[in-house]
């Protein structure tokens, strides 16, 4: 059995899930050039580009309302938020909302 790490795990299914559908693309701070805060996406914008790995301003409410947003429409984001800290801060995004959507626009 192969032995992997964590971070190693986390971008080979990203890899993955990116080469069986188009729809996959991942939104995050630093994840273009840099490789995100980890090194997790590192290699992954030479392979699947700008349009795929989306660079963002360091705003975890942002990331996770365009994520949600796009997702509702059919997308299949990947959203990275550097610390889990800040996920507080986006859960407006998701709870209040991202969860609403169906009600308010059918």
């Known amino acids: 059995m192969r032995e992997l790490t964590y971070l190693e795990a986390i ?3 990203m890899q993955q899930k990116m080469r069986e559908d188009s729809s996959v693309y991942l939104i995050g701070e630093d994840i273009a050039e840099y490789g995100g805060a ?3 996406t ?3 914008l030479e392979e699947f580009g ?3 790995i989306r660079n963002t301003p360091i705003s975890e409410e942002a990331i996770i309302g365009v994520a949600t947003g796009s997702a ?3 997308m299949r984001p990947i959203a990275e938020i550097m610390f889990s800290d800040f996920i507080t801060i986006a ?3 998701i709870v209040n909302q991202t969860a609403k ?4 626009f059918g």
């Open 11 to 13: 971008r080979e299914a």
């Open 38 to 40: 980890f090194g997790v």
């Open 42 to 44: 590192v290699g992954m």
């Open 50 to 52: 700008k349009e795929r």
């Open 72 to 74: 509702v429409t059919g």
């Open 91 to 93: 859960m407006d995004q």
């Open 101 to 104: 959507i169906r009600y308010m």
